[in-house]
């Protein structure tokens, strides 16, 4: 290739690798500095020309500003100087876009939208794949409830207010008062997500569900942002603090199981503690140490025609006492 062809496709690279997506955006002048620092010499009004010429086939936007013009890619457009994807990488972005859609951040779902795009077209020239994403689906294990007030503006702030570390305003669950609290990590549960979070004026953490979370206004006052707090949500996670404790201590849960409760245990380990040894052809023993919360009762109950608790005693007692409360309100 002529030195002169390699030069400009050279500066043209250089020129796309520096303009972000929109909302945000960069000017001209901003360029022609760039390439003024690398050594690439070039006049502002070239590096105007090849971008108008460029716009239609890369998606590019552009606008007057007191700057200068200034330039983006398209958010929409498939052609953000995004690299080839292959098939099966094509095909996991739209199973990710598909199925975790309402868990992500709003800005950065909406950064991803060329990226996706560019799944589809991918999938689209593959005939023997583009039907892929209509045959996978994920089934949730009970019944799945889905928030059905979930505030897209209020979930932007939390997740804003998260990343950039600053104090949020709330008002939580149809009441009148203000809250003020700094989001510390988010948990997706039961296809809900969990704040976890610190009040304004208290040292203990606490969850609320987002989609309770009616408003949600990012101080702008000078003290907004805060040092950092030692919170690993990873140990928050571990330690059961979102499936409501029963007790600080975990406990040594011995069960004898059978029918379908046996082939789940058979297959699935609830921790790696868990041992079984079968009993007979329909019972299997089951031990395991795990922590004592709700949801660990919730679901013994549920499953008392295929369990037997054999220990610990206070566990079989919450449990029973529970079904025959049951069964007293519904006879």
């Known amino acids: 290739m002529p030195a002169a062809k390699t030069k400009t496709l050279e500066r043209i690279l250089s020129v796309l690798k520096l303009i972000p997506v929109h ?50 890619f398209a958010y929409d457009s498939p052609h953000q100087f995004i690299p080839a994807i292959s098939a099966d990488e094509a095909l996991s972005l739209t199973l990710v876009q598909k199925h975790l859609k309402q868990f992500m951040p ?20 593959h005939s023997s794949l583009s039907n892929w994403p209509a045959l996978v689906s994920s089934v949730p294990q009970a019944m799945n409830f889905k928030p059905i007030n979930t505030n897209p503006e209020v979930t932007k702030s939390v997740y804003e207010a998260l990343l950039e570390k600053r104090w949020l305003t709330i008002t939580y669950k149809q009441k009148d008062k203000v809250f003020t609290i700094l989001p510390l990590g988010v948990i997706v549960r039961d296809a809900k997500l969990v704040v976890v979070c610190q009040f304004k004026g ?47 201590k975990n406990i040594a849960l011995f069960l004898k199981v059978r029918g ?22 329909e019972w299997l023993s089951v031990e395991i140490t795990l922590p004592h919360n709700l949801e660990l009762e919730n679901w013994l109950q549920s499953q008392l025609e295929h369990i037997q608790i054999v220990s610990p ?19």
Do not use: C, M
Not at 107 to 118: D, G, I, P, V, Y
Not at 260 to 277: A, D, G, K, P
Not at 313 to 325: F, P, T
């Open 106 to 125: 709003p800005t950065s779902l909406l950064q991803l939208t060329a990226l996706f795009k560019k799944a589809e077209q991918t999938l689209n020239k």
């Open 23 to 72: 909302p945000k955006w960069v000017t001209s002048r901003q360029i022609h500095q760039h390439l003024e620092s690398a050594n690439i010499k070039v006049t502002r009004r070239t590096i105007e020309r090849d971008l108008l010429e460029l716009s239609g086939i890369f998606g590019l936007t552009f606008g007057d500003s007191p700057e200068g013009y200034k330039w983006s």
């Open 313 to 331: 005693a206070y566990v079989k007692e919450n449990i029973v006492q529970k079904v025959r409360l049951g069964l007293e309100l519904n006879s």
């Open 260 to 281: 379908h409760v046996r082939q789940l245990l058979e297959e699935n380990q609830l921790n790696s503690s868990q041992t079984i040894s079968v009993i007979d052809d």
């Open 202 to 248: 208290f040292d203990d953490y606490r969850n609320l569900l987002l989609h309770r979370i009616n408003s949600a206004q990012i101080q702008a006052h000078a003290d907004t942002t805060v040092s950092p707090i030692a919170f690993d949500l990873d140990l928050y996670v571990k330690k059961q603090a979102v499936g409501l404790l029963l007790s600080d």
